[in-house]
Nanobody, 115 residues
Framework: QVQLVESGGGLVQAGGSLRLSCAAS????????MGWYRQAPGKQRELVAV???????NYPDFVKGRFTISRDNAKNTVYLQMNSLKPEDTAVYYC?????????WGQGTQVTVSS
């Protein structure tokens, strides 16, 4: 089992920045990749960023150049630095850990970007 605890969401004006954190605990040795997803009201959950255990990162086009995922292995924590935020980035952001065939999710943190 892996437990994930997110923090760092909030309200920010368009063009501003936020950094989300996700602290992992439990069977962290089993984690292959960690990522961030988001879900806006009435929309499906979508991938925002992912980092593998080997350090490879991947982003969808709509956040490339604005969002950066990073990790601190000593703290078992993954971060999502979000810059140049837009109102359409407003959503609940979820941390995800992929461990074999299992997926674990955090509780989610609200990010609201005002215009």
């Amino acid at each position: 089992q892996v437990q994930l605890v997110e923090s760092g969401g909030g309200l920010v004006q368009a063009g501003g920045s936020l950094r989300l954190s996700c602290a992992a605990s439990g069977s962290i040795f089993s984690i292959n990749a960690m990522g961030w997803y988001r879900q806006a009201p009435g929309k499906q959950r979508e991938l925002v960023a992912v980092v593998t255990s080997g350090g490879t990162t991947n982003y969808p086009d709509f956040v490339k150049g604005r969002f950066t995922i990073s990790r601190d292995n000593a703290k078992n924590t993954v971060y999502l630095q979000m810059n140049s935020l837009k109102p359409e980035d407003t959503a609940v952001y979820y941390c995800n850990a992929a461990a074999g065939q299992d997926n674990y999710w955090g509780q989610g943190t609200q990010v609201t970007v005002s215009s």
